[in-house]
């Protein structure tokens, strides 16, 4: 299920670089997304604890899905604020995971959080505040 996860997130993240470089529409990013969704659903990754059943899982999973990516894009337009916004949601998983003696949320933000710290000091025209929480964290 993990490799699921990082597959499907590494693909969604060649979407989005085709869609800068090629100019892809917005439907045919839509359809990319609901498609890479639909593969963490047909791998059993799906919300179970709101609603019973299987089909409104899934589809809350497919919307979930769909709406953070495009939530995220949407905060793109700022630089450092998508990485910025990133970071502590992988900073809050890892302290929240260690806290309940969990181990794959832990240990995947702690992965992730370099790199996402790494495109927060490395972003051509940093924001204010990029610059001033690496500067605290330094």
């Known amino acids: 299920r993990l490799a699921a996860v990082l597959a499907g997130a590494t693909l969604m993240f060649l979407t989005g670089r085709a869609g800068d470089r090629l100019g892809l529409g917005p439907l045919v990013k839509l359809a990319l997304q609901v498609v890479l ?20 899982g899934a589809l809350l999973t497919i919307a979930w899905v769909v709406l953070l990516t495009n939530a995220f894009n949407f905060l793109d337009n700022m ?60």
């Open 79 to 138: 630089n450092g604020l998508s990485s910025g916004v990133a970071a502590v949601c992988a900073w809050s998983a890892k302290m929240r995971g260690s806290s309940r003696l969990r181990t794959t949320v832990p240990v995947v933000a702690r992965a992730i959080l370099p790199s996402i710290l790494a495109v927060v000091s490395i972003s051509p025209k940093r924001s204010s505040w990029s610059r001033m929480t690496l500067r605290s964290r330094l």
């Open 37 to 56: 969704a639909l593969a963490l659903v047909a791998v059993g990754i799906t919300v179970k604890c709101f609603i019973p059943g299987v089909l409104p």
